[in-house]
């Protein structure tokens, strides 16, 4: 509901040329990133916890595991994996939000609908599909455990260097579509994403 408010009230304060809508837009940005860290912070609690009432942890991890490996479960399995895939797009977003209080003015209600539309995508995938938090009938003694293949640091590392990556050049593609939104097509928005485009691909190389 706060992303959906963020992309409703940045669209309309551009269109009705109001900043204080745009602002408001930036807020619910922070509040999305602050709603969806509870809901990390509570999945690595309930991993860390052994709490086999909630179906992803019993499926990823058992209380003989290392603790090592415990947090590394968080993305062992699909709904895991998509949450910290939206937790770190949500993080990119209030930290692009932070970094353009007084730059980019006339980019950044496109750059903030662009943001929170591809996180409600996630978003709505995890609350209708894919449920981190879906609960068991019945609570099992000990879950099944991590994917051995999976229990290697060296994998325990793989996906959160490339979801950095492959999320990072979500900031890119919503500067471009600023720029083409607001026919700003100049040279000045290709210099702001500069960084975020090295970092990304510092990550995935």
């Known amino acids: 509901v706060t992303a959906l408010y963020a992309v409703g009230i940045a669209l309309l304060g551009v269109w009705r040329s109001r900043p204080e809508m745009?602002?408001?837009?930036?807020?619910?940005t922070y509040?999305?990133?602050?709603?969806?860290?509870?809901?990390?912070v509570a999945m690595v609690y309930?991993?860390?916890a052994h709490d086999f009432r909630l179906q992803y942890?019993?499926?990823?991890?058992?209380?003989?595991?290392?603790?090592?490996?415990?947090?590394?479960?968080?993305?062992?399995?699909?709904?895991g994996s998509m949450l910290l895939w939206l937790w770190l797009l949500v993080m990119y977003s209030a930290l692009v939000v932070?970094?353009?209080?007084?730059r980019n003015r006339d980019l950044m209600p496109y750059v903030i609908a662009t943001l929170m539309t591809t996180a409600l995508l996630f978003l709505a995938m995890l609350v209708l599909v894919e449920d981190p938090f879906r609960q068991l009938p019945h609570e099992?003694?000990?879950?099944?455990?991590?994917?051995?293949?999976?229990?290697?640091?060296?994998m325990v590392i793989h996906p959160p260097n490339l979801y950095l990556g492959f999320v990072g050049f979500v900031v890119p593609f919503a500067f471009a579509i600023g720029a083409l939104a607001s026919g700003r097509l100049d040279t000045q928005w290709?210099?702001?994403?500069?960084r975020w485009t090295l970092v990304a691909w510092l990550f995935l190389g």
């Open 22 to 28: 745009v602002r408001s837009a930036e807020r619910a």
């Open 190 to 194: 290709i210099r702001s994403i500069r």
């Open 57 to 79: 942890v019993a499926s990823v991890s058992s209380r003989a595991m290392p603790t090592f490996y415990v947090i590394a479960a968080l993305w062992g399995g699909q709904e």
């Open 31 to 40: 509040g999305v990133f602050g709603l969806v860290t509870i809901a990390m």
């Open 98 to 102: 932070g970094q353009n209080r007084y």
């Open 140 to 154: 099992p003694r000990d879950g099944q455990g991590l994917n051995p293949l999976l229990q290697n640091p060296l």
């Open 46 to 48: 309930a991993l860390l």
